[in-house]
């Protein structure tokens, strides 16, 4: 970019250095400033490098792609201190098996990929129909009829679109940046908000907070084995993306014994929780577990007893992915 600097222009207009403009006075015979091509080039390229620079193509046609530019690139502070998917009070809730599912946030950080650029969003409410395919439904083919959705925010910077994408997740880690070839058009950034289950191709009841999502008891283990050592168990009760699980263990004897039931994370024999009682014969005993750390759909159990024909359960009512 530079000053007009013809020979006609207005030496020193706006101070030392910086030339201007002026009309002429054709009374003293002083010239109207004349124009050239490199201050039009400059003028050009300046306010087209803005535009491109924003991955927007000029369009003849429109005469705001200047101001569209600026908003989108005053939108995206590369480098920003925080993570992708964090969030303010992010929520969903299904109240009845639907189709449907409405998300909001506060606040919300979504971004182009990781380490690409990040956008900060304000008041995100948006609807996911599964039904649907696009922007706003599933990004392609029809929803798992038993099996997990993964829910993107997506994020269309020049205009400042935000709408919800489901993914199948079933069989598959679902990334923090959807990462797929099926982004519907001018969406750029996206940020992984939920992976829900789904029954008959609709979403579960349920209650998402932040990263934990609460739903129905699923059973993950019945069995009347006594294993003293840890044994993994694999389940699909909740999705490959769950870091961490919730949920209850209880047992019952078909006599009078001392036994116990232990569940474990899945890598190792620490970090467990368990509960043991003295039973009479038909009686229960029962306990909750909190942030069982788990990968895979795998965890681990164990359990002892001294008598009788003793039954073991584990379910799971939560999870954080």
């Given at each position: 970019?530079?000053?007009?600097?013809?020979?006609?222009?207005?030496?020193?207009?706006?101070?030392?250095?910086?030339?201007?403009?002026?009309?002429?006075?054709?009374?003293?015979?002083?010239?109207?400033?004349?124009?050239?091509?490199?201050?039009?080039?400059?003028?050009?390229?300046?306010?087209?490098?803005?535009?491109?620079?924003?991955?927007?193509?000029?369009?003849?046609?429109?005469?705001?792609?200047?101001?569209?530019?600026?908003?989108?690139?005053?939108?995206?502070?590369?480098?920003?201190?925080?993570?992708?998917?964090?969030?303010?009070?992010?929520?969903?809730?299904?109240?009845?098996?639907?189709?449907?599912?409405?998300?909001?946030?506060?606040?919300?950080?979504?971004?182009?990929?990781?380490?690409?650029?990040?956008?900060?969003?304000?008041?995100?409410?948006?609807?996911?129909?599964?039904?649907?395919?696009?922007?706003?439904?599933?990004?392609?083919?029809?929803?798992?009829?038993?099996?997990?959705?993964?829910?993107?925010?997506?994020?269309?910077?020049?205009?400042?679109?935000?709408?919800?994408?489901?993914?199948?997740?079933?069989?598959?880690?679902?990334?923090?940046?959807?990462?797929?070839?099926?982004?519907?058009?001018?969406?750029?950034?996206?940020?992984?908000?939920?992976?829900?289950?789904?029954?008959?191709?609709?979403?579960?009841i349920g209650n998402l907070y932040d990263r934990k999502i609460d739903i129905a008891s699923r059973t993950l283990l019945t069995s009347s084995s006594t294993n003293t050592n840890r044994v993994s168990?694999?389940?699909?009760?909740?999705?490959?993306?769950?870091?961490?699980?919730?949920?209850?263990?209880?047992?019952?004897?078909?006599?009078?014994?001392?036994?116990?039931?232990?569940?474990?994370?899945?890598?190792?024999?620490?970090?467990?929780?368990?509960?043991?009682?003295?039973?009479?014969?038909?009686?229960?005993?029962?306990?909750?577990?909190?942030?069982?750390?788990?990968?895979?759909?795998?965890?681990?159990?164990?359990?002892?007893?001294?008598?009788?024909?003793?039954?073991?359960?584990?379910?799971?009512?939560?999870?954080?992915?």
């Open positions: 970019m530079h000053r007009i600097d013809t020979s006609t222009a207005q030496v020193d207009k706006f101070g030392s250095g910086k030339n201007g403009f002026t009309g002429g006075n054709p009374q003293t015979g002083e010239l109207p400033t004349a124009l050239d091509a490199d201050f039009f080039d400059s003028i050009q390229e300046e306010i087209s490098g803005v535009v491109e620079g924003a991955g927007i193509a000029l369009d003849k046609s429109k005469n705001n792609q200047l101001l569209i530019a600026l908003k989108a690139l005053f939108a995206q502070p590369v480098n920003y201190p925080g993570i992708i998917g964090q969030s303010r009070n992010a929520r969903m809730s299904v109240a009845a098996a639907s189709a449907s599912a409405d998300f909001q946030a506060d606040e919300l950080i979504v971004a182009s990929a990781l380490g690409g650029n990040q956008y900060r969003l304000k008041n995100v409410s948006s609807r996911i129909t599964l039904t649907t395919v696009g922007a706003g439904g599933m990004v392609a083919g029809s929803a798992p009829a038993t099996g997990f959705v993964a829910v993107y925010v997506i994020y269309n910077p020049t205009s400042a679109a935000v709408a919800l994408l489901g993914v199948d997740a079933t069989s598959v880690i679902a990334p923090e940046v959807y990462g797929g070839s099926n982004m519907p058009s001018g969406f750029a950034a996206s940020a992984l908000v939920a992976v829900w289950p789904t029954a008959s191709s609709q979403f579960v168990l694999a389940t699909t009760q909740f999705p490959l993306n769950a870091k961490f699980i919730y949920g209850g263990l209880s047992m019952t004897n078909t006599a009078s014994s001392t036994q116990g039931l232990t569940i474990w994370g899945a890598n190792s024999s620490i970090g467990g929780m368990a509960i043991t009682a003295t039973l009479a014969a038909s009686a229960s005993a029962s306990s909750t577990f909190s942030k069982i750390s788990v990968a895979n759909q795998t965890i681990g159990w164990s359990s002892t007893s001294t008598a009788g024909t003793p039954t073991y359960n584990i379910g799971i009512s939560s999870y954080e992915f």
